[in-house]
């Protein structure tokens, strides 16, 4: 099939954004292995390093939770606030 | 007996929470039922089969009501390479195909072998049955953490904490899922390692019935199941499944954090790659995406699931490990279930004799060793091993494929018998690779 790209993907998924972000990804370090690893097992591309931070949209947060897995400690991430974040119609 | 505002707080409304809260409220418990997604389901995701036979002996309705995709009737298990597909195709009448077509036509009325489900669907009726029995359901809500009396290996477990409020409880159930935070919180779970977890990433591809059915070879209100490893991941540890629900499908892949960090690749890549692979497309082709999302599974094994019992505290399904991947068949819905029917009557004992003490709840503990849950999971407990080789995600795909090219692609050239070609196919790996591979299998299986 013609594979939609990951922002297609994401807009057909139905998300009731918090205003307050529950994902804060200030203490990694660009560039660093656990930096890397955030980015890579992210299936929503919600991570981006620039060249001074690694920044966070949390609103396209599928609420895994694999990032908190490989991040050893260097993000602050929890569930948003309840009723809000993704809400899957299938799942 | 302290003051409390509930006899039993389960936290989570999946499978394993909406089991327990049941259970306790058949017992006659006073329940409450948390969850954070604004109705159950809405936050949970699976690959989609359901082994339904402990779910139905509890909810003797199941035939009549609950809300599946389809009846598996067909697993296939398939080596995908780039340029090649080898599957292992099973249908069974033990599996409840139709035979002819007034078998067909008859609505079953025993639960099947297996069924699809999609989450947000199957888990508010699950929930609901709970609440039928008498528990109050509570969505929207998240549970901040356990509220606790003491510490180390004295903590008591005597509430649950939300919207800075405590709610007490005599005993509380964690049914919140793979990430387990609120065990983890109160120190009484270790953060599972990066291998103890795959991520699985999904998409529910919008076919209509007509054509499921025609691809997939099943009739009305069958479906089929097929597991794929090898180059559905582009050779990183873990699997792709595609299933088919009712008219729409559930196609994705599983695979372990550490080898997919290791691999270089991205997961956005890796689910791409599956979607757009040519050996799927006579399957995918023309469907149309209506929804994306990924959850955590937990890989760790019988060795992972730890202390599930606690003064104050069980933990069931998701949150204790209770996961089979054993390659063919991954398994989470069924052990949530029966893991939540357990811990419901066992923590019912314990409240009912006034002690939920750590004495007390490990009636839970000892229940769970003696389930078939547990004793799945110890059948089971060497397969992650097994799927840290690499056959299963190069090697075999490419013997297979080796060995069925010099059978059936004819060029001119005379063949050789299939002794030379299977032996020529084992040579080109290693002979450490086959030994390894089936001496880890035979344990493994
Ligand atoms: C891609 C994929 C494919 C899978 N395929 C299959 C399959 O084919 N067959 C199968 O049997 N299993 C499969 N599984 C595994 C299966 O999904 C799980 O084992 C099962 O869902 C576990 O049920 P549970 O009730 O323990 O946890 P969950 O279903 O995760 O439920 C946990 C609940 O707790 C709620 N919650 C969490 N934290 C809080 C909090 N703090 N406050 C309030 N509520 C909270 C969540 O919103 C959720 O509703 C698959 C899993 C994945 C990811
Ligand atoms: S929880 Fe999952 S979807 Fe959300 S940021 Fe982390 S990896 Fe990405």
């Not at chain 1, 991570?47 to 396209?60: F, N, Q, W």
């Not at chain 2, 595609?242 to 991205?266: C, H, M």
Request: glycine content about 12%; some cysteine; charged content about 20%.
């Amino acid at each position: 099939m013609k594979v939609p790209p990951l922002n297609v993907r994401l807009g057909a998924t139905r998300f009731d954004p918090d205003d307050a972000p529950h994902i804060d990804a200030s203490a990694l370090v660009p560039g660093s292995p656990e930096a890397r690893a955030v980015v890579a097992v992210c299936p929503a591309g919600v991570y981006r390093e620039t060249p001074t931070a690694v920044l966070a949209d949390a609103a396209a947060c599928l609420e895994c939770g694999a990032c908190l897995a490989v991040a050893s400690g260097g993000l602050r991430w929890t569930y948003p606030r309840g009723s809000t974040g993704v809400r899957f119609r299938e799942g | 007996m302290s003051e409390v505002d509930v006899d039993v707080a389960v936290v989570g409304a999946g499978p394993a929470g909406s089991a327990a809260a049941l259970r306790l409220a058949e017992r006659g418990l006073q329940v409450a039922l948390v969850e954070r997604g604004d109705s159950p389901g809405s936050k949970n995701l699976s690959g989609g089969v359901l082994y339904p036979a402990t779910l139905a002996a509890a909810v003797p309705s199941f035939a009549a009501d609950a809300p599946y995709e389809r009846r598996v009737v067909r697993h296939v298990t398939t080596l995908l390479q780039r340029e090649s597909v080898v599957s292992l195709d099973y249908t069974d009448s033990a599996l409840g195909a139709a035979r002819g077509e007034a078998a067909a036509a008859a609505a079953p009325t025993t639960a099947p072998n297996a069924v699809t489900v999609l989450r947000a669907h199957f888990d508010p009726w699950l929930a609901g049955k709970a609440e039928e029995a008498g528990a109050f359901l509570m969505p929207g809500l998240k549970v901040e953490a356990l509220a606790t009396q003491g510490s180390g290996s004295g903590t008591r477990v005597v509430g649950i904490v939300s919207d800075g409020s405590v709610m007490r409880a005599h005993a509380v159930v964690a049914a919140d899922g793979v990430n387990s935070f609120l065990a983890r919180g109160a120190g009484l779970r270790p953060d599972p390692r990066p291998d103890q977890l795959a991520v699985g990433i999904k998409a529910v591809l919008r076919l209509g019935e007509e054509r499921i059915e025609d691809r997939f070879g099943v009739g009305p209100g069958e479906g089929a199941a097929h597991a794929i490893v090898g180059d559905a991941t582009a050779g990183v540890a873990g699997g792709a499944f595609l299933y088919t629900n009712r008219d729409s499908l559930s196609v994705g892949i599983v695979v372990r954090l550490d080898a997919l960090v290791a691999s270089g690749r991205t997961a956005s890549e890796l689910i791409e790659h599956l979607l757009g692979h040519p050996g799927l497309a006579r399957y995918l082709e023309g469907a149309e995406l209506v929804e994306y999302g990924s959850h955590l599974v937990a890989e760790g094994g019988a060795a992972m699931v730890g202390d599930v019992a606690h003064a104050g505290l069980a933990v069931v399904g998701d949150a204790a490990g209770l996961t089979i991947n054993s390659g063919l068949v991954l398994r989470g819905m069924d052990l949530a279930v029966t893991s939540g029917l357990v811990a419901g009557d066992a923590v019912a004992d314990a409240v009912q004799a006034g002690d939920t003490s750590a004495s007390g709840m490990a009636r839970y503990a000892a229940a769970l060793e003696a389930s078939p849950a547990m004793a799945d999971m110890r059948t089971y407990a060497r397969t992650p091993s097994f799927l840290e080789r690499e056959g299963p995600y190069g090697p075999w795909g490419q013997a297979a494929q080796d060995v069925l090219r010099s059978a059936f692609v004819l060029d001119g050239a005379p063949r050789r018998p299939l002794r030379t070609l299977l032996r020529g196919a084992a040579r080109r790996q290693s002979w450490r690779t086959w030994l390894g591979d089936a001496s880890a299998g035979w344990r493994a299986l």
